[in-house]
């Protein structure tokens, strides 16, 4: 027997003299008294835990989620919180296995233009020609000049700047751009989160909750998002119109769950809302276009 064999006289963790016949946990912290490397079955079985079995967490929250909308958010502001997952990692759970789930299997072309071979000759070339369609504008190299149409002149302005400072690492940017975009998407997202949240604030004066109520039911709604859109990826009509319907009803459902009024009151409050977070999404994914470029 090695000395790693022999039970601990005191807490790996806290200190805690045990005695000579310790117990499994500590009394004073409650870990774990022996602390030896576990075997791969443990190790597994400690990352997945209740959050990953088959009664755990993640399975009620996504049963509750899907099924009942709106039913999570009442839970947890009614202070039933321990048996699901928290508002926020759930959240960006289901965001981020959303964008994996895209950047494996799609190609989600968000700038039309971009031409990989195309590019990659341009940066051998000694008068490239790489011009991206931006929103309705144009942005980038004919013949080795600056190429920038209908977009702001500040945008001109930032984007000449970077042709100058260094025009192969430029023309790289543009090749990636649309990668660019995808990576960085999460991100936007996540920052227009506290906006949209605004707006169901604005839009709910007289409900008596606060910001953070408000923020729990727009993160609960995200997550669902998140996995709907990933149903668009098919690019099939019939499933788009589908989804797209789903997506509506969940919300519509969702909101009188956790604000109740009338149903007319209902519909008027997601429409504006939705022409409010159109409004948000119309400029911040352009922003994200341009930054996938000059930064």
Known sequence: MTARDLPPVACPNCSRPLGTDPAPFCPGCGQEVQTRPPTMGEFLQQFGGAYLSTEGALWRTLKLLFTQPGELTRQYLAGRRKHYVLPLRLYLTMSVLALLVVRLVAEVTPISGVDDPALASALR???????????????????????????????????????????????????????????????????LLPLFTLGLRVLHAGSGMVYAEHLVFALHLHAFWSVMLLALLAQWLPLTVLTLAIMVIYTLLAGQRVYGGRWWSRWLRGLLLSAYYFALLSVAVPLSVLASLLL
């Open 125 to 191: 070339s000694g008068k490239p020609t790489a011009v991206l369609t931006l929103y309705g504008g144009k942005a980038g190299i004919r013949e080795g000049a600056l190429v920038c149409e209908r977009l702001p002149r500040w945008v001109c302005v930032r984007i000449g700047q970077a042709l100058k400072a260094d025009p192969p690492g430029f023309l790289v940017k543009l090749q990636q751009a649309n990668q660019r975009v995808v990576a960085n998407w999460g991100f936007v997202m996540f920052l």
